[in-house]
């Protein structure tokens, strides 16, 4: 490929809005342009990555056993009413309203009630299973804030495969292929991934795992020791102490003006650690054969801790929860909002559900607020002042872990990374079979819900962490296997002919033995040349002049590399093609 015959507009400026290496460097490269908010177009360069990175997830799939299919990106609402996902899932699904034969479909985010349907009208005996789908296709979600390039959009290309099992056995073992085949697709593609156990969100299930890139530019947060890892949402630690100080009597302190943690320990004297969280949510719970009910929930946690919504939907057993909006706080603490406590909410509505945090079970002397707008009470002590048991009760780890925090398994502190999500697992069980009624057959003739697993791959994602992993002040450094070209020949003086013989023989004898190659013959000076070489990353780079012919040599050099090999131009191909070789074996 001629560069003059190609497209690579390349961009000398940072974009004012790029915050992050990858957004900053896929605009300069030319690889994508932003077409609007959350939704980009990928120009020829960038185009060329993703599919090098589709063609490693697919090959990988099919490697694994599982079967490709294409799946509408529009569904029908009524899918997701089955399984109660159209509540779970909130705002960021996208209704179409504007037309009446829009009405009642969605954009789909994700397409676990699609396959569920396809299963349910065509797996009927154990004889079929187990069985893995998968698909390569554009998602949607309503993404309210999209930031930092693509990885965090509205639209996106996503790699998400399905199993189908008769029993739990069947699904480790699902689990485990798809498992493997993730670890070897992102080792392909050159990514210093880790995998952590996480949090199912949404999708749902009983465990899951998530592959992740530690970088700077990650929104996800790794919790790791020497012997642990998970994600902030799943993170757990090691429980606090009992406090013994002996306990003092409450105590009614008049607070004007103080309803935030800060303001409040400023005028009590005290520490956000002292401090007692009181926490309204409204908990969405899946209805007895009927419409999903929403129930209220009141949450503790300690004043320097956050509290963790997903932890808190696992312990109350909802598919969802909300903060709760000020009328239904001020009606259950009859005070306003900034002054709930735990005292006695539990005998002013007889449907409240309390969920302690461990790390406020053992507190003595707290301070919190008194159900009474402008005070605040001191001396709250828990099992004494609110109860620590009982029907409605629970005592459970609902916070995210934090600086200070030791490992569960080994005790040490805990070290926090911020991380790329690239992949998720999950073993999701029978939650979507049961909901929409998806049997199977098995030996006995007996009717048994599918057993599913899910396992989902961004493929954008994979193209930004790459770059966020590997890069530097010039540009990008692409890993050999999912880089737009393998070797970029830089014809200096391009209008020359020897040059542009040379440089013409070198290109056609790298691709004819399969290597991906791009010559540079613009018109333009070497400065330029370099900039933009650097820039775009091409792993090998190959340098012909008229000064080096005049000598019979030509310039070779990796792109992460300093050193500048000089030799023949017939020895460059064998060279290049040992160095591709070598740098695809090291990820292979």
Known sequence: MRWSQFFIPTVKETPADATVASHRLM??????????????????????????????????????????????????????????????MGP??????????????VLGPTHEE????????????????????YQIQTKFRDEERPKSGVLRTREFLMK???SFDADKVGLDASYVRMYDAYCRIFGRCGLPYVSVEADSGPIGGDASHEFMVPTDAGEDVIVRSSGYAANIERATCAPLPQDDTAMVPMAEVHTPDSRTID????????????????????????GDGGPAVKRTLVALVRGDHEINESKLRRAAGAQA???????????????????AGPQGLLDRDPAVQLIVDQGVSVMRNAATGANRTAYHVTGVNPGRDFPLEGERVSVADVRNVAEGDRCPKTGEPLAFVKSIEIGHVFKLGTKYSRAMKA?????????????????????????????????????????MAIAPFHVLIVALDAGDPEVAEVAGRLHDALAERGLDVLLDDRDARPGPKFKDADLIGVPLRVTIGKRGLKEGVVEVKDRDGTDVAKMAPDDAVAELIRRYTSRLAATA
């Open 27 to 88: 605009i300069r490269a030319g690889l994508v342009r932003q077409l609007a908010a959350g939704a980009y177009t990928y120009l020829p360069l960038g185009y060329r990555v993703l599919r090098k990175v589709e063609a490693i997830v697919r090959e990988e799939m099919d490697a694994a056993g599982a079967v490709e299919l294409l799946m509408p990106a529009m569904q029908p609402i009524d899918l997701w009413q089955e399984t109660g996902r159209d509540v779970v």
């Open 92 to 105: 960021a699904l996208i209704h179409l309203k504007d037309q009446p034969w829009r009405k009642g479909s």
């Open 114 to 133: 699609c396959v569920t349907d396809i299963a349910r009208n065509y797996i009927n005996s154990y004889k079929q299973l187990p069985i893995t789908l």
């Open 160 to 162: 998400d495969a399905y």
């Open 263 to 286: 303001e409040v320990c400023a005028f009590l004297g005290t520490r956000p650690d002292q401090m007692v969280k009181t926490l309204v949510y409204q908990a969405v719970f899946a």
């Open 321 to 339: 929860v909300e903060l709760a909006d000020p009328e239904t706080i001020e009606k259950l603490t009859a005070a306003a909002v900034g002054f």
């Open 439 to 479: 049997d199977f057959l098995d030996q006995g003739g007996k009717a048994n819900p599918l057993i599913m697993g899910c396992y989902g791959i961004g493929l954008n994602r994979i193209v930004a962490a790459a770059i966020e992993a590997s890069h530097d002040d010039a540009g990008i450094i692409w890993p």
